[in-house]
């Protein structure tokens, strides 16, 4: 009941997820990966979705948003589709 979804950029959402554990994220951008996979576009294609996931409980609010957002360039240069975790990263603070 205390997790936000909210719009971050123009095609960029962010998911916050008060008190999940790694695991739980993990999870849930796993299955936003998942669920979007099911939906059928107009032209038969599937919807795809690239997730940046960061979960750093001693990072400040904007520390943990820069790590998503590298996250997300990882997923994107990857292949797209897929949820990246920002731990199995090199991370930098810029």
Known sequence: HDDVVYRY?????CVLLP???RDDAVAVGNRIVEGCRRVTL???????????ISHTAEASASESFEFADQALLAAKELG???AVE?????????
Do not use: M
Not at 9 to 13: A, L
Not at 42 to 52: A, E, I, K, Q
Not at 86 to 94: D, H, K, V
């Open 80 to 82: 797209r589709d897929r």
């Open 9 to 13: 950029g123009g095609e960029e959402f």
């Open 86 to 94: 920002a731990a199995s990263l090199t991370l930098e603070t810029i």
């Open 19 to 21: 008190g999940a554990t």
């Open 42 to 52: 107009p032209d038969s294609s599937n919807l795809t979705v690239s997730v940046g």
